[in-house]
């Protein structure tokens, strides 16, 4: 089973700021296949980013994803107030499927 | 606008069955495989079940493997699934999803997803 290990836990940042976030797992990703999720409180988790750099339909551009093998990157450049929330990552091409423990980014 | 509305959450005993329901529209719900994942307060994020654009192939995670069953009517743009035999550790928020692909018939990652459903197994 893959481990994906995000850090850090908790980001604290100031609107406007740039977010990275990382993600790294213990084996290789398969085809990059790692998608990041944004989850707000009482919210369903909202599909950023698949095949590592890809953005989703309507996800603006300062949301990125970079990365292949065992290291993976989300960057969130010039935080917007409603960028403030927890952020999953989660590997699509091994068996079992994995999801990382998340990373909360709050105002600071 | 795609909207995915879940509902049949509640309490129930260990031991206990519920059927889940997910009623969906704004998108043509027979083109796309579609899965639950639920999000528990120990083990968080959690692939449960896929199913095929037709229902013809349904795809499990091993612990609810012979608990629960997967299913749909593309008639009625529904997907449910039929959870039995329920422990506590099955309680969690249900989510149905759009598959958006997958490495492997059961890694999968999904584009849209529904507010929810609060299952509580207890006794």
């Known amino acids: 089973e893959i481990v994906l290990t995000q850090s850090p836990g908790t980001l604290s940042l100031s609107p406007g700021e740039r977010a990275t976030l990382s993600c790294r797992a213990s084996q290789s990703v398969s085809g990059s296949q790692l998608a990041w999720y944004q989850q707000k409180p009482g919210q369903a988790p909202s599909l950023l980013i698949s095949?590592?750099?890809g953005r989703a339909t309507g996800i603006p551009d300062r949301f990125s994803g970079s990365g292949s093998g065992t290291d993976f990157t989300l960057t969130i450049n010039r935080l917007e107030p409603e960028d403030f929330a927890v952020y999953y990552c989660?590997?699509?091409?091994?068996?079992?499927?994995?999801f990382g423990g998340g990373t909360k980014v709050e105002i600071k | 606008e795609v909207q995915l509305v879940e509902s049949g959450g509640g309490l129930v005993q260990p031991g206990g069955s519920l059927r889940l329901s997910c009623a969906a529209s704004g998108f043509t719900f027979s083109n796309y495989w579609m899965s639950w994942v639920r999000q528990g307060p120990e083990k968080g994020l959690e692939w449960v079940a896929n199913?095929?654009?037709?229902?013809?192939?349904?795809y499990y995670v091993a612990s609810v493997r012979g608990r629960f069953t997967i299913s749909r009517d593309n008639a009625k743009n529904s997907l449910y699934l039929q959870m039995t035999s329920l422990r506590v550790e099955d309680t969690a928020v249900y989510y149905c999803a759009t598959v958006k692909g997958c490495g492997t018939s059961t890694t999968c990652h999904w584009h849209y997803w529904g507010q929810g459903t609060l299952v509580t197994v207890s006794s």
């Open positions: 989660q590997q699509y091409g091994s068996s079992p499927l994995t």
């Open positions: 095949g590592a750099s």
């Open positions: 199913i095929r654009e037709d229902g013809s192939e349904q």
